[in-house]
């Protein structure tokens, strides 16, 4: 059983920054990716951000390329997500994702319901 609980959302202005944490409780290293997805409010959920489980290749949304970094801390079995010059459309609920997320043609994509995700951190970014 995998447990994980996001954090470091808030509301900034566009061009601003923030940091997501995801904390993992659990053994991940059966996993193939963690990563982060998103739900902006209207929209279907977008995979964002991916990683090999225990370090390795990244990937990204193109909507979020060159401007977010996703890194693991083994050690601490924490997940991060740098977020840098946000923009408007980057408002939406981010949620961490153990198993539930790969990667297809090298862009981050959901390929299950039947993973583990947290409840979500909100981000906002105004104009």
């Keep these: 059983q995998v447990q994980l609980v996001e954090s470091g959302g808030g509301s900034v202005q566009a ?21 982060w997805f998103r739900r902006a409010p209207g929209k ?7 990683i090999k489980t225990g370090g390795g ?10 401007r ?34 790969g990667v297809l043609a090298g862009k981050p994509v959901i390929v299950t319901d039947t993973g583990y995700s947290g409840q979500g951190t909100q981000v906002t970014v105004s104009s």
């Design 15 to 35: 061009g601003g920054s923030l940091r997501l944490s995801c904390a993992a409780s659990g053994d991940t290293s059966s996993s193939n990716y963690m990563g």
């Design 44 to 50: 279907a959920r977008e995979g964002v951000a991916a």
């Design 57 to 66: 290749s990244a990937y990204y949304a193109d909507s979020v390329k060159g």
């Design 68 to 101: 977010f970094t996703i890194s693991q801390d083994n050690a601490k079995n924490t997940l991060y997500l740098q977020m840098n010059s946000l923009k408007p459309e980057d408002t939406a609920m981010y949620y961490c994702a153990v198993d539930s997320i």
